[in-house]
Nanobody, 122 residues
């Protein structure tokens, strides 16, 4: 069993930055790929970024490429999402997820956090 707890969300002005953290329990964290997804009101959950177990591969949605950076610290069982140059359209609840079969597919992840709200004002 893996428990995921996100933190770091909040209200920020357009152009600002936030760093999200996702703390994971469980001994298998370092062996699992991790992902970040987001869901805006009235929209489906969408892929944001993912990282392989050893950090050798990262994946990004086109909408965040060049602005967001995913990283992880396996010693701390934590994955991060650094978000720069934020836009109002980035407003959503952000979720971290673990243990996917396909890093870009929400349906393939076995574990999810409760989410953290990110609001970007214009």
């Amino acid at each position: 069993q893996v428990r995921l707890v996100e933190s770091g969300g909040g209200l920020v002005q357009a152009g600002g930055s936030l760093r999200l953290s996702c703390a994971a329990s469980g001994r298998t964290f370092s062996r699992n790929a991790m992902g970040w997804f987001r869901q805006a009101p009235g929209k489906e959950r969408e892929f944001v970024a993912a990282i392989s177990s050893g950090s050798d591969s990262t994946y990004y949605a086109d909408s965040v490429k060049g602005r967001f950076t995913i990283s992880r610290d396996n010693a701390k069982n934590t994955v991060y999402l650094q978000m720069n140059s934020l836009k109002p359209e980035d407003t959503a609840v952000y979720y971290c997820a673990a243990q996917p079969r396909d890093v870009r597919s929400a349906q393939s992840y076995d574990y999810w956090g409760q989410g953290t709200q990110v609001t970007v004002s214009s």
